[in-house]
């Protein structure tokens, strides 16, 4: 999967974006101890800062990372831990249905649709400003594997920039730190000969994706 050095840059500026604030959370909390105030709220706020990194970290090595599972390539597992340990600081519930799970058995989803369909539970979130539900499905077909994540909620809405990066052919001069995790999972699509596919009625927005049988 060929890439270029400002998708590089942008990916690794999100990350950064998305790690400082948990970091600058857990120096408020030391520096609040160093003071001589290493009281039970400082403490609370460096270990629940401390948590939430660790949690971010391990998504991000598991949709971003090479292999990315905690002993070799990421399993359907693994990546439902680290998408729920995500969801426990998002306002939207996460809904891991079963026939997703099902869908796993056997290595059916292979890493790169297991990568792409963390980096579309991201999405998903930032659909639901005012909270809802995101709901993960799965089906096996003849022709594949179908993947879809809806996320319903009040006022759910796709935002241009989120749309322009899940343009197939979207041009890398035009992608910024918030569209460039949209613009990875569309590229993973495409690299397994599938396309991410986005419909956005009332207030729903519908991701869904097949991936070709081998």
């Given at each position: 999967m060929d890439t270029d050095v400002r998708v590089t840059q942008l990916l690794c500026s999100r990350l950064?974006?998305?790690?400082?604030?948990?970091?600058?959370?857990?120096?408020?909390?030391?520096?609040?101890?160093?003071?001589?105030?290493?009281?039970?709220?400082a403490l609370d706020l460096v270990n629940k800062s401390a948590d939430r990194i660790s949690r971010r970290l391990g998504f991000f090595r598991g949709a971003l990372g090479f292999g990315g599972g905690r002993q070799g390539p990421l399993s359907l597992e693994?990546?439902?831990e680290l998408v729920h340990?995500?969801?426990?600081d998002a306002?939207?519930?996460l809904t891991w249905t079963p026939e997703m799970t099902a869908a796993g058995d056997g290595g059916t989803l292979k890493v790169p649709a297991i990568k792409m369909l963390m980096l579309?539970?991201?999405?998903?979130?930032?659909?639901?400003?005012?909270?809802?539900?995101?709901?993960?499905?799965?089906?096996?077909?003849?022709?594949?594997?179908?993947?879809?994540?809806?996320?319903?909620?009040?006022?759910?809405?796709?935002s241009e920039d989120l749309y322009a990066g899940l343009n197939p052919n979207c041009a890398s001069d035009t992608l910024t730190v918030r569209n460039v995790f949209a613009h990875?999972?569309?590229?993973?699509?495409?690299?397994?000969?599938?396309?991410?596919?986005?419909?956005?009625?009332?207030?729903?927005?519908?991701?869904?994706?097949?991936?070709?049988?081998?």
């Open positions: 950064c974006h998305d790690l400082v604030g948990a970091v600058s959370a857990i120096n408020t909390g030391i520096e609040f101890m160093t003071d001589g105030d290493a009281n039970s709220e693994e990546a439902r340990g995500w969801y426990l306002k939207p519930v579309i539970t991201l999405i998903a979130e930032e659909c639901l400003a005012r909270g809802g539900h995101v709901e993960v499905h799965a089906v096996d077909m003849d022709e594949g594997v179908g993947v879809a994540v809806r996320a319903v909620g009040e006022d759910a809405k796709l990875w999972a569309q590229r993973i699509a495409q690299s397994q000969g599938s396309v991410l596919e986005v419909e956005t009625t009332g207030n729903e927005v519908r991701f869904a994706t097949l991936f070709p049988s081998n």
